[in-house]
């Protein structure tokens, strides 16, 4: 499939089967992460694969607002990929680089990249910044000074149809030459 279909057909998949994911095929998902560009070559990102059945439960707990009902499928999820920002050093000073960075945008990417493998190869994925950074640090046992930035929910999608994409008119978001 060319780009432009992978990127018709990739969506946020809230309904998956209990088929679990295979490691071969998470691990392709990294790849494709890793070979992400990133700003300065800094590739400022560690991904933590949660793939037992146990573990993926107590990880819903971390994700799921019982509250608000913010993430209410996550229960059901065989898998997720963490996405954390691993402190790399700054090969620019602060005059020629900005102390902000480009980290975030950096990950972005990479999950850009990782949702992408994975509908390529059938598998379905649901972002999520609705998190609970303390709890899964804990859980996963990731340094206190290291920041989450999100997670990704990996499985099969329970239906095969993909839902219309709902976007703005192009001409609500881009022009030429000017504002």
């Known amino acids: 499939m060319d780009v432009f279909e992978l990127i018709q057909k990739r969506e946020s998949c809230r309904d998956y089967s209990d088929e679990r994911v295979p490691r071969e095929k998470l691990n392709a998902l990294i790849e494709a992460a890793r070979l992400a560009p990133s700003g300065h070559n800094g590739q400022p990102w560690r991904f933590v694969v949660v793939d037992d059945a146990k573990q993926v439960l107590r990880f819903a707990e971390c994700v799921y607002d019982k509250e608000t009902g913010i993430n209410r499928f ?106």
């Not at 790399?88 to 990479?110: E, L, M, P």
């Not at 190869?121 to 899964?136: A, N, P, Q, Y």
Request: proline share 3%.
């Open 74 to 179: 996550a229960a059901q999820v065989p898998a997720y990929i963490v996405a954390i920002e691993n402190q790399t050093k700054k090969r620019f000073s602060s005059a020629q680089f900005s102390s902000q960075g480009n980290r975030g945008v950096d990950i972005g990417i990479a999950t850009g990249y990782l949702t992408l493998a994975a509908t390529e190869t059938g598998l379905s994925t649901c972002i999520m910044s609705w998190i609970d950074r303390e709890k899964i640090k804990k859980l996963l046992s990731v340094p206190e000074e290291l920041y989450i930035h999100l997670a990704v929910a990996v499985g099969y999608a329970k239906s095969p149809e993909i839902r219309q994409k709902k976007r703005k008119a192009m001409e609500e978001i881009a022009s030429y030459n000017s504002y």
